[in-house]
């Protein structure tokens, strides 16, 4: 029987070799499942397939796993190292997993109960043939003739992936239990559990048909409602407003359809392939397991650019889960892109709602029927592109809808996930610089996407981290305990506090899962000189101790950073198209410099992990402007201005973590020399000066717009919050331009929008809106101290030429 079987497989190999080419879920399974390949493993399949098996084998070897069709040598005893969970193609098919397999099982476990030493890790493993749900599902191979069989390897051989899950420990079951028949029985039960758990997860629910889920729709009590409140407002025959109801749904909702992503899948693996030198991705398991665990899963990526949308599907798809069904701005629903994308999941959004009951219940309700029939959402909390590299303010209106859908009875708990998408290069940065500067915003079409196109080409390396998930049921039953009463009048009170709530810890969790890359870090410390220039050795010793910092004293755990030495990291920068960063020779040896126009562009790139620098610039900033100070006051100092910059740049630290914070922060310019700490009194060492400069100008633009706020407010008490901004942009446009602030964001408005706020939540204002006086003096003489004389100079003369 072995040597027909082992002849089988030979013969089979050959078409599976030449037309099937497996991807391994995860990409790297002994780092990610912490395989331990010092103890035998034993592959667990979940139906009996030798495609399957020999497709294993195959990827094992790839990844330097043990093969499956070795034996595991355990005491003098061989037990094969894969088993498989149930028949294939029994009419009358059991329950009960195959007789053989729980006898496998069982042997392990009496090995285990003579060997404590031992650890066998049974790591269940599926072969997905296709993704596709519902009518389009995949026909499985193993109730296949030979003709379907070779017919679906060369249909779904580029569409195969081996997905490895989490390693089950025997040694601990057996610790827990006895080793006996049933325990091997009830591990092939939960088996089974886990392989219907895995498929759902990767393929998801059926694809809809959508004229019969609009047909729902529309005969529910609440469009019912709304049409006729329509009908009424409008003076229009029902049928009418009718119409136009299915009108707005059309408008709104995808249409997926599978093969369509599969093209895609092909598209944008080359497209990937021709852009970039590799994606990056961190955290994803964090995905998988809340897919296995059954929760309604809502990706929140920020947003840099329309690449984004693409990213993040297609590496979902290739980390073995289902596409998400994605928010997109109706600008995007032009010909031929908006068809396009309707088919590989997007639905269509309008920029505002206001004055549009009907559209807004529409809304509404369709995204509460995707929560339900169990499809995954994807949305962009900004609300669109982030022209500046930073996080913008959230806006809620998708959240609070998240939110009420979760109120109307949804039976899975709802789990947002905060995505952090970075890039080297972003193909519309030169496009965000110009609107900065005044220009207006090209509406979306046909010729635009084909000038992008025009620009493809080698843009380094992108970025895709998952941040820590917001179970929102446990969120609200923690902060909300009230969610699950009804309201009295229909308005829950709790509602508006909570959405923002969530949507400012998206939007921390966001910047906690930052990835810093050779462009951000090399930009960062060019950009910290005033003439964006700096000698190679300066820049490679202030690179390196903004890695130490890091690494010593990191933001958050969820914080990726590069393995290279800083100088293969600007050697790397150096070589990337359009860079903007380049090395010049002088007498004294090399210079790296940014051009003016090079600087404004990589202000974005600086911006996406500028939070990352700005607590241990503040810190430097105090010590080198004070000179000489104690701990207790540059702690109090950093306390007094952080809440602007928590406001302004998301923060994470409360008010314990941030002394604590900022304690680790000085022992490590401590260790790095760049201070001298006598008698709990810190003070520069003037052996690295410049390093702590360099440090410091982190902080020194945005405290300079906050400078300038303040001085207006001490000028004008009464000065009205729209006025207040207004001017101090202005003020912030003349400044940039007498000293040469190259960062655009410097005079952007929506950030005098976010001081104003938080300067109203820290009580700088009275009840009736006046500045109090006294507290902003208090602050301002701080700030004051921390500036240069010649920008407070520019900014007082422009605050009284303003008078």
């Given at each position: 029987m072995s040597i027909l079987l082992n002849l089988y497989r030979k013969l089979l190999n050959l078409p599976l070799s030449l037309l099937v080419k497996p991807r391994s879920i995860p990409t790297d399974p002994i780092t990610e499942l912490a395989l331990n390949r010092e103890q035998p493993l034993i592959y667990i399949l979940p139906y009996t397939s030798q495609s399957d098996l020999l497709i294993l084998q195959r990827n094992c070897r790839s990844l330097n796993l043990p093969d499956p069709?070795?034996?595991?040598?355990?005491?003098?005893?061989?037990?094969?190292?894969?088993?498989?969970?149930?028949?294939?193609?029994?009419?009358?098919?059991?329950?009960?997993?195959?007789?053989?397999?729980?006898?496998?099982?069982?042997?392990?476990?009496?090995l285990h109960k003579q060997d404590s030493n031992l650890d066998v890790q049974l790591i269940p493993v599926s072969v997905l043939w296709g993704r596709a749900p519902g009518k389009e599902k995949a026909p499985s191979l193993r109730a296949l003739g030979a003709f379907s069989r070779l017919f679906s390897m060369i249909w779904y051989g580029r569409d195969n992936f081996v997905r490895f899950s989490q390693a089950v420990s025997l040694n601990e079951i057996v610790a827990n239990q006895n080793a006996d028949e049933q325990l091997a029985r009830k591990l092939a039960r939960i088996a089974r559990m886990h392989f219907a758990k895995q498929r759902y997860s990767a393929m998801g629910p059926q694809l809809p048909d959508r004229q019969a889920m609009f047909n729902k729709l529309l005969d529910s009590d609440v469009l019912k409602k709304a049409i006729a409140d329509e009908a009424e407002n409008k003076k229009i025959p029902l049928e009418k407003a009718?119409?136009?109801?299915?009108?707005?749904?059309?408008?709104?909702?995808?249409?997926?359809?599978?093969d369509s992503l599969r093209v895609a899948d092909r598209l944008l693996s080359w497209l990937w392939n021709k852009l970039y030198q590799g994606i990056n991705v961190e955290n994803s398991e964090r995905v998988r397991k809340l897919a296995l665990?059954?929760?309604?899963?809502?990706?929140?990526?920020?947003?840099?650019?329309?690449?984004d949308y693409l990213l993040l599907s297609y590496l979902l798809y290739h980390q073995g889960l289902v596409p998400p069904h994605i928010a997109a701005g109706i600008n995007l629903n032009f010909f031929p892109v908006g068809s396009i994308f309707r088919s590989w999941g997007a639905f269509f959004i309008r920029r505002t709602f206001k004055g549009n009951r009907l559209y807004s219940t529409i809304f509404r309700e369709y995204l509460a029927e995707l929560?339900?029939?169990?499809?995954?959402?994807?949305?962009?909390?900004?609300?669109?592109r982030s022209r500046t590299g930073r996080l913008l303010e959230p806006k809620t209106g998708m959240m609070s809808m998240t939110i009420q859908a979760l109120q109307r009875g949804l039976t899975r708990p709802i789990s947002i996930v905060p995505v952090y998408i970075g890039y080297e290069h972003v193909l519309e940065v030169d496009t965000y610089a110009k609107e900065l500067r005044g220009a207006a915003k090209e509406k979306e079409n046909a010729g635009l996407v084909l000038r992008v196109i025009k620009k493809l080409k080698n843009l380094g390396q992108g970025y895709v981290n998952f941040g820590e998930p917001i179970q929102i049921n446990h969120y609200l039953n923690q902060h909300f305990p009230e969610w699950r009463e009804p309201s009295e009048d229909g308005r829950a009170k709790w509602l508006n506090d909570a959405v923002d709530s969530i949507a400012k810890e998206v939007m921390v969790n966001i910047n906690?899962?930052?990835a810093v890359n050779a462009k951000n870090l090399i930009g960062s410390a060019l950009l910290a000189s005033r003439q964006r220039a700096l000698a190679r050795e300066q820049l490679i010793e202030q690179v390196e101790s903004y890695m130490q910092l890091f690494l010593n004293v990191p933001y958050s755990e969820d914080m990726t950073l590069p393995t290279d030495s800083a100088e293969a990291m600007l050697e790397h920068v150096l070589k990337l198209p359009r860079s903007g960063v380049t090395a010049e020779k002088d007498n004294f040896g090399e210079l790296i410099r940014l051009d003016r126009e090079s600087a404004v562009l990589m202000t974005y790139y600086r911006n996406n992990i500028q939070h990352l620098f700005v607590l241990p610039s503040l810190v430097a900033s105090v010590i080198l402007h004070l000179e000489a100070v104690s701990k207790d006051l540059i702690v109090k100092t950093v306390q007094q201005i952080y809440p602007f910059l928590k406001a302004e740049l998301f923060l994470r630290f409360n008010e314990t973590e941030l002394r604590t914070q900022i304690e680790l922060i000085l022992n490590e310019f401590i260790c790095?020399?760049?201070?001298?700490?006598?008698?709990?009194?810190?003070?520069?060492?003037?052996?690295?000066?410049?390093?702590?400069?360099?440090?410091?100008?982190g902080v020194r633009e945005l405290l300079q717009r906050y400078f300038i706020g303040l001085n207006i407010l001490l000028d004008r008490p009464e000065i009205s919050r729209g006025e207040l901004e207004?001017?101090?942009?202005?003020?912030?446009?003349?400044l940039s331009v007498l000293h040469g602030i190259n960062a655009p964001e410097f005079f952007d408005k929506a950030l005098f929008s976010t001081f104003t706020s938080a300067l109203k939540v820290e009580g700088y204002f009275d009840?009736?809106?006046?500045?109090?006086?006294?507290?902003?003096?208090?602050?301002?003489?701080?700030?004051?101290?921390?500036?240069?004389?010649?920008?407070?100079?520019?900014?007082?003369?422009?605050?009284?030429?303003?008078?």
């Open positions: 069709l070795e034996q595991n040598v355990i005491n003098s005893i061989s037990l094969p190292r894969f088993v498989f969970l149930n028949e294939d193609r029994r009419f009358f098919k059991s329950k009960e997993a195959k007789s053989e397999t729980v006898a496998v099982i069982h042997r392990y476990l009496d009718r119409a136009e109801a299915a009108k707005m749904l059309d408008e709104i909702a995808a249409d997926v359809k599978h665990e059954g929760h309604e899963i809502v990706y929140v990526p920020c947003h840099r650019s329309h690449m929560f339900y029939r169990g499809y995954s959402v994807e949305y962009f909390i900004e609300g669109g906690k899962a930052a790095q020399q760049l201070v001298k700490s006598e008698s709990e009194v810190f003070k520069i060492n003037p052996a690295h000066l410049r390093s702590l400069q360099l440090h410091s100008n207004k001017e101090s942009r202005s003020i912030a446009q003349r009840a009736e809106g006046k500045a109090n006086k006294a507290k902003i003096e208090v602050i301002e003489d701080l700030i004051s101290s921390l500036i240069s004389a010649e920008i407070k100079m520019t900014i007082s003369s422009a605050v009284k030429s303003m008078e």
